[in-house]
């Protein structure tokens, strides 16, 4: 029997929505991986961390408050006042800072990896605070995080040298793991009653309150203005539209999959761009990290 000898053949439809769906979250994932990069240049140019944490907060509000505006998301029911508050400063402020201190300290690649401890701070949270049972798999997951870290901290420096990276980079990057890891617990609340533009309208002005207090602002030279536009245009705002839209195409776990591809390319970057590279222990223990948040996903 031929192809078109079915009434309705689904396939072909099925594979250009994968193929769409694939290619909108590698979109994301690889504007992601540029945060690092652009962070860099920034600090370059004699920006420091909390002023490109504020900035991007910023100017990605002006983004998204536009879109939402034009597409009248503007809403936030009272009674989720407290919770928009919390996430703002604790998964905007808290998570800006730390990751741009652990890009600042042991670089881009490093930063992007650590990021990606997330599941396992979800698999933590969800034990101590909810009482959510450990499956064996869940457990080895969290093993392979708390491993994968520690070889990348003894012998995964990533510059000209492997000398064990400090304990300021560490927390920094554990902590925007943490932050990160908001994402998927009172995120998934909020994305379950407002659209991504709804949402980053309320808590990105929150979140850029919570650092403006510990910022110096310094002079920007065109270089640093066009490093912290493109951070907060490609690596926030496009990423985030990019992955939504991705969702709308591939399921939410084979979505978060595809994406852990994001620092693969931060590593590949930064070893183009800045020279930064991971020792063969190093790598390892991206690796095992990443195995760990695939694992994950495939116990939900």
Known sequence: MRIQDFPNPVFPDNNIRMFTGYLFIITAATCWGLIGIFSSF???QGIGPMEVAFWRAGLTWLLFGTQAIIKKETRMDKKDVPLFFIFGILGISLFYISYQFAVKTAGAAFASV??????????????????????LLKTLAVVLVILGVFLISKTGGNTQDSSPIGWIAILSGLTAGFSYSLYYTIGKYFSARYSSANIFLW???IGALGILPFVTFSYKSPVAWAAIVAMA???????NYCYYQGL??????RASIVATCEPVVAAITAYVFLGEYFTIMGYIGAGLILVAVIATIYDD
């Open 42 to 44: 920034a600090f370059s």
């Open 114 to 135: 650590l990021l990606y401890t997330a599941p396992a701070w979800v698999v933590a949270c969800s034990y101590f605070i909810y009482k959510e049972k450990l499956t």
């Open 203 to 205: 808590v990105l002005p």
């Open 233 to 239: 245009f490609i690596s926030t705002f496009l990423a």
């Open 248 to 253: 709308k195409y591939l399921e939410a776990g």
